[in-house]
């Protein structure tokens, strides 16, 4: 049995979580953490990761909370040799790295911008057209109670299509065009691509990629309609990050 604690386990994805780890006949919920919890669940709940490491035993701890929270629960996780399993976004490269050599040898960090295979896949299509498009522009779609933009994917997809075309930037018309009173109008410019975010009710999360050439243009998109998309991810990233140590970075990594 794998032992999981669930950081945020009272918010929409560690709920999510919770279901689908207690749904499964190979791992268990050992403990919850959410500052915000309230009672009715079977599983002892904590305040902070620290509290939960001092009261209960797990092996991996997955992260669904706050851009703002995650570092500091990862701090105090990954110094003590558990695995983690990282969905909250907002983290750059450098801090990943920094936190991974917090570990002991033999703990992994995992952290995926996007647990749904769907996801990882329309990321590897814009990787792969991206050398043949002059043009390429990002345009993600979520919910209105995202707490983040751009999200966590389309910076991850910016720096794929970025580094797929050697980092040559876009010759599309620039922010110089952005007309007085509407700036922001050519979206956010992440790694030399421009990144558009919407923000409606009626969303999970979607993305589209768009790409143009000479008469040409060719979209990659990607709707994810309901939570449960994410959860065959997570749970393969929590049986398969006691196998590896280190920094592992995009489901596409267990995937094989
Ligand atoms: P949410 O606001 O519904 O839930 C966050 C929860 O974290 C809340 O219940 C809150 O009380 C709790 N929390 C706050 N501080 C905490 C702390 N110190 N320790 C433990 N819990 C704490 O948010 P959500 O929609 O569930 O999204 C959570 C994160 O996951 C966001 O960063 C979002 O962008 C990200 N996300 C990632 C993926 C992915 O595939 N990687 C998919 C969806 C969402």
């Known amino acids: 049995m794998i032992r999981v604690a ?16 207690e749904a499964a006949s190979d791992m268990e919920v050992a403990c919850g953490v959410d500052p915000h919890a309230g009672g ?11 509290e939960a490491l ?22 105090e996780a990954l110094p003590e040799g558990v ?5 909250t976004t907002g983290l750059s490269t450098g801090a990943l790295e920094e936190l ?17 295979t769907g996801a990882v896949l ?28 751009p999200s966590g994917t389309a910076v991850r997809t910016a720096q794929l299509i970025s580094e797929a075309r050697g980092g040559r930037a876009s010759e599309a018309p ?10 922001g109008a050519r979206g956010a410019l992440v790694e030399g691509v421009p990144v558009h975010s919407v923000r409606s009710m009626g969303y999970v999360a979607s ?17 994810s309609w309901d939570r449960a998309s994410y959860m065959p991810g997570v749970l393969l990233g929590i049986r398969s990050v006691g196998e590896r140590e280190g920094l592992v970075v995009g489901l596409e990594n267990f995937m094989k």
């Open 207 to 223: 993305q589209e990629v768009v790409f143009g050439s000479f008469g040409q243009t060719l979209s990659v998109r990607h709707d």
């Open 174 to 183: 620039g922010r110089e065009t952005e007309v007085a009173g509407a700036e």
């Open 100 to 116: 991974a050599s917090l570990a002991p040898a033999g703990t992994c960090l995992f952290y995926a911008p996007n647990f749904t």
């Open 122 to 149: 329309m990321m590897e299509f814009a990787k792969a057209a991206a050398p043949y498009f002059p043009e390429a522009e990002v345009l993600e779609f979520h919910h209105c109670n995202k707490k983040d933009a």
């Open 54 to 75: 001092d009261g209960a035993d797990f092996d991996v701890l997955v992260d669904f909370t706050q851009p703002d929270v995650v570092e500091g629960n990862l701090r």
């Open 40 to 50: 009715g669940v079977s599983f002892p709940v904590f305040r902070s990761v620290r």
């Open 83 to 87: 695995d983690c399993v990282v969905g």
């Open 6 to 21: 669930v950081a945020g386990c009272a918010g929409r994805m560690g709920g999510t979580v919770v279901g689908a780890v």
